[in-house]
């Protein structure tokens, strides 16, 4: 089989400041969503997926997923819903056949052909996720673990 050679970016900018989430509430999981900022996924250095979401939900959502697939040894579906939303549909999901896997958004900004190796873009959700992790915690004065399995996810 052919090696696949599509490669992928995560990139984010918070959109909300520490300021705008008072110091009271920074222990309660009702700002998760107050934790805002543009995500974009490239795909070959061309924009896939860019939008602003609530990061710590997604954060809490990648982190699920993660914890998951380290408990069975095999990688499943990914699926990021937001509150902030009422879609019936994931926003963004990965979707693992066989040894490969593809990215999925209803928000996709361009078509592109994006299958994956499985264990190159589980790698990199991977990285997204600890980098995330540590961005909210230094960015907002978080402590992330006050908000997991607090913070009611979909699916």
Known sequence: MEK???????EYQFTTD??????DLRHSPAIALRVEGILTIKINNDIYFQADIALLEFYLY??????????????HEFKYYSLEFDEDEA???LLPFGNSARLASIWEVNK?????????????LTQLTNRLGKDIENHYDLQKNTFIGKVPLKG
């Open 4 to 10: 696949l050679s599509n490669s992928v970016e995560f």
């Open 18 to 23: 520490k300021d705008s989430i008072p110091f």
């Open 112 to 124: 592109l052909y994006n299958v994956f190796e499985l264990s190159y873009i589980v790698q990199k």
């Open 91 to 93: 926003i963004i999901s």
């Open 62 to 75: 990648l982190l699920k997923w993660g914890q998951t697939n380290k408990k069975g040894g095999v990688v």
